[in-house]
């Protein structure tokens, strides 16, 4: 997504960070807040996108906010997250 306007940041990079942004978990300190938040000022396909995902994240949250996952399929997800990233970094290693 583009608005067809030149960012100080690229469209599709606001769009990949959207996610840790909405969870207040970036890398980089408030530059990189400020960075997101100046784009989606001058942005409308952004922040149209951004406000989206926030909807949807509250909601989540509202439906399914007080449910945790048993802990053995937490166990299980975490075991297969870590297999994966030894997978892609084995990757990137060729």
């Not at 952004?46 to 007080?66: I, W």
Request: charged share 30%; aromatic share 6%; with cysteine.
């Amino acid at each position: 997504m583009s608005c067809g306007r030149p960012h100080e940041t690229d469209c599709a990079e606001i769009l990949d960070r959207i996610y840790v942004f909405l969870d207040g978990e970036m890398d980089g300190g408030p530059e990189s807040y400020a960075l997101v938040e100046r784009h989606l000022d001058e942005c409308a396909p952004c922040l149209s996108e951004y406000d989206l995902e926030r909807v949807l994240k509250a909601l989540v949250a509202r439906s399914c906010g007080g449910e945790h996952a048993p802990p053995q399929l937490r166990q299980r997800v975490l075991t297969r997250i870590r297999q994966i990233r030894v997978e892609v970094a084995e990757i990137v290693e060729f």
